[in-house]
């Protein structure tokens, strides 16, 4: 395995880009940059002489490193496990699916407790590891509704409030990037406002709230959707709800959980035609099972029973996350809801970077770009992550 290298080359690969592929191309890299880009088959001869390491990649698909705004877990263990072991143990899983970043998040749970978990973050973001890397959390919750829990314990449910927003955010040393809220709550709006004003992205979900709620909630300032249509109040013809609102605003980005099971490929099929590629984000909502068979798993302090990959709630039989890796989100895409691969992999990398404000820096495979790259075969299946350059996993 290549760990790091200042002059990296790849050729006789199939480039994915944000706007087209190169079916046999080649890409220069130094000092964890993408340096530069070619559309032939074999090295300029003044490539070969600056490069240090050659590869030949003989065909497989290269894609921008994948961007998960969602994940609660993965190789049997949660980011509310609340350790820096826990957090690298998830980062590590993940990179060997493609994923190149991420954003640890977190559940419903009591005030301290949350506090511990982003203490760990803030660690786990400045210390060594060969996984994805952490560009930022995603509280989901506790300014949820308690009509709307899914998967997270209602007891732990509170009021939104801008002093325990800024206490968490804090903690983080301004990890917090993305905060899941249902806008019909007492004083959401308010914590809206304070999340734009202070850059992070409010985003609507685990709630119940009507049409005029949820779009009062958008002129505040929420622009995104947590895994849209799940725990929320649903499209209905004489009450469109909180899935009318998402859908019909433009502003509004929204996740999809792209495993088959949270979202249908049709219904799928329906959100890609009516927001297009700009305003979709493919992600996981992964939880601990991910990557680990069928058996017994907690989301937190709740109990989880995984069954043929699919997680629900011991109890209540809710959907409890899931199982899914950002590798089998694009083949679904790909294959169940024919999206092109060029578009699945914008949705999945560009979309997520741009929102985190990293546009310009990742999401896609361009000239100046960071070298978060993800090899795959003929079949999309993961045969090696690279992050900054450096490569994290090979098959």
Known sequence: MISETSGLAFYKARLVLSDRLIENGWLFIKNGIIHDIGDSEYLPQSVIDEA????DVGGQWILPGFIDIHVHGGDGYDVMDGSVKAIQAVAIFHATRGTTGWLPTTLTAPIDDLKNVLTSVSSAATSSCKGAQILGVHLEGPFISPERCGAQNPKYVITPSIDILQQLTEISKGLVKKVTIAPERPYAIEVIHWMKKHGIIASIGHTNATIKQAMLGVSAGARHATHLFNAM????HREAGTVGAMLLSDDVICELIADGNHVTATVMKLVY???????????????????KSDGTYSLGDLDVTVENGLAVLTDSHNLAGSTLT???AIRNMVESVNVSLVDAAYMAS?????ELGLGEKKGSIAVGKDADLVIMDEHLHVVATWIGGRQVFKQ
């Open 350 to 354: 560009m979309v997520p970077a741009r």
């Open 326 to 328: 950002m590798d089998a």
């Open 52 to 55: 240090t390491d050659l590869i």
């Open 233 to 236: 109040r649903g499209l209905h």
């Open 273 to 291: 035609h009516l927001k297009g590629r700009e305003r979709i984000i493919i992600t996981t909502d992964a939880m601990s099972a991910a990557g």
